[in-house]
T-cell receptor
Framework: GAVVSQHPSRVICKSGTSVKIECRSL??????MFWYRQFPKKSLMLMAT?????????EQGVEKDKFLINHASLTLSTLTVTSAHPEDSSFYIC???????????FGPGTRLLVL | EDQVTQSPEALRLQEGESSSLNCSYT??????LFWYRQDPGKGPEFLFT???AGEEKEKERLKATLTKKESFLHITAPKPEDSATYLC?????????????FGEGTQLTVNP
């Protein structure tokens, strides 16, 4: 249970381009999805929380116009890194949960490298 | 503000050498405490959820325990394949969206 997929697993792009990362819950309906960023040998840093059909809630210091989050259905959320720059290079991980008390499943992560 | 502190940051064990990882937390009303395992370049893999002090859960060589201030992940007779980063996270009852607050993790290396 709580199986989450992410696509792509790895992406390399040029500075200034936009990159979209998809997060899907495969065996459950995800009422809430979370997007994290992880730096090497560091823990997960929560970027934003999204509930299906609502606007995402961003953590302090995270630019909502740069990291666009869409949670249009109960099984899909997308993170778009707009006008990416080298400092946006990182490991992005999504997670999804059904309801408030369900197990939170994590995606396998997306490695973004901006040249 | 919810806080999670894990110790040690890194731990090296010989195969078969049992040990424990610590997760200290402060949270305004605990909904659940979670343990995850993360391999390099991959997302966290769920291990356990603990909900109340005194609760214990086991899975193969791993056993998680919970008190009102901390949780321990006991590893009995570890094998090299147990090498990974172990993450602890808490979920507060009233947090909007009930998000998880993670510790920095303990990087475990088990040598053959």
């Amino acid at each position: 249970g709580a199986v989450v997929s992410q696509h792509p697993s790895r992406v390399i792009c040029k500075s200034g381009t936009s990159v979209k990362i998809e997060c899907r819950s495969l065996d459950f309906q995800a009422t809430t999805m979370f997007w994290y960023r992880q730096f090497p040998k560091k823990s997960l840093m929560l970027m934003a929380t999204s509930n299906e059909g609502s606007k995402a809630t961003y953590e302090q210091g995270v630019e909502k116009d740069k990291f666009l989050i869409n949670h249009a259905s109960l099984t899909l959320s997308t993170l778009t890194v707009t006008s990416a720059h080298p400092e946006d290079s990182s490991f992005y991980i999504c997670s999804a949960r059904e309801g408030l008390a369900g197990v939170t499943g994590f995606g396998p992560g997306t490695r973004l490298l901006v040249l | 503000e919810d806080q999670v502190t894990q110790s040690p940051e890194a731990l090296r064990l010989q195969e078969g050498e049992s040990s424990s990882l610590n997760c200290s937390y402060t949270v305004s009303g605990l909904r659940g405490l979670f343990w995850y395992r993360q391999d390099p370049g991959k997302g966290p893999e769920f291990l356990f959820t603990l909900y109340s002090a005194g609760e214990e859960k086991e899975k193969e060589r791993l056993k998680a325990t919970l008190t009102k201030k901390e949780s321990f992940l006991h590893i009995t007779a570890p094998k090299p394949e147990d090498s990974a980063t172990y993450l602890c996270a808490v979920q507060a009852r009233e947090t909007s969206g009930s998000r998880l607050t993670f510790g920095e993790g303990t990087q475990l290396t088990v040598n053959p």
